[in-house]
């Protein structure tokens, strides 16, 4: 889904991941929906729901990236046990996972890239969109640890993908939604809206830089 203002200054490519695990949600989709509804002054906003499997989620988003040549990407994922929305610092050349994708796959111990470097980087002004959606009194925290699920996987391919290229991008975690709850007892939860409002923050703050 694409919104279009009449002036568009910037491209910004925002996705989400589909319900994993057995899940019936994923707020990260949930968002990516509802962003799909807003409007950004001077902004053409782009969004995508990936596939929760790994031989397909990475290949999607590079294809979309080549496709549509964003100023800045920002992709999403579901962390639940996190009361913080929390933006990625960095991404390991690691798949690692303790349960199977969507499509039964388990990766093991297996590199991402097999010749890349173990770590990359998130280009998003990180410390900006923080400062920002702290002052809309949202909870939010940098994180250095993306996992070596399919987030962490996406995350390292995007960011080896655009290594010496303009366009900005990262990773950021969110919350299980409230929805959640009685599928996760005892774990945090945030307001959808909450998070929508973050992450339009998040891709304004990443648009102006």
């Keep these: 889904?694409?919104?279009?203002?009449?002036?568009?200054?910037?491209?910004?490519?925002v996705t989400g991941f589909e319900p994993f695990n057995g899940a019936a949600l994923n707020p990260s989709q949930e968002?990516?929906?509802?962003?799909?509804?807003?409007?950004?002054?001077?902004?053409?906003?782009?969004?995508?729901?990936?596939?929760?499997?790994?031989?397909?989620?990475?290949?999607?988003?590079?294809?979309?990236i080549e496709k549509t040549e964003p100023?800045?990407?920002?992709?999403l994922g579901q962390a639940e046990g996190r009361n913080q929305v929390t933006p990625e610092k960095i991404a390991i050349n690691l798949d690692d996972a303790r349960i199977a994708d969507n499509a039964g796959e388990q990766r093991k111990n297996l590199r991402i890239i097999e010749n890349g470097p173990d770590g990359l980087f998130s280009t998003?002004?990180?410390?900006r969109i923080i400062s920002a959606i702290s002052g809309a009194e949202i909870p939010v925290g940098t994180s250095f640890t993306a996992g070596a699920f399919l987030c962490n996987n996406v995350f390292y391919s995007m960011q080896y993908?655009?290594?010496g290229s303009s366009?900005?991008?990262?990773?950021?975690?969110v919350p299980l939604m409230s929805e959640q709850a009685k599928?996760?007892?005892?774990?945090?939860?945030?307001?959808l809206e909450k998070m929508v409002e973050a992450i339009s923050i998040a891709i304004t703050v990443a648009c102006l830089s």
């Design 183 to 191: 599928d996760f007892p005892g774990l945090p939860t945030m307001d």
């Design 124 to 127: 998003l002004p990180i410390d």
């Design 31 to 64: 968002i990516v929906r509802a962003l799909g509804d807003k409007k950004f002054d001077g902004i053409e906003l782009i969004t995508e729901t990936l596939p929760c499997v790994f031989s397909k989620a990475s290949p999607l988003l590079i294809g979309l």
């Design 1 to 13: 889904m694409t919104v279009k203002e009449s002036t568009v200054r910037k491209t910004a490519l």
């Design 71 to 75: 100023d800045v990407v920002i992709a």
């Design 167 to 173: 366009t900005l991008s990262g990773f950021i975690h």
């Design 161 to 163: 993908f655009l290594q």
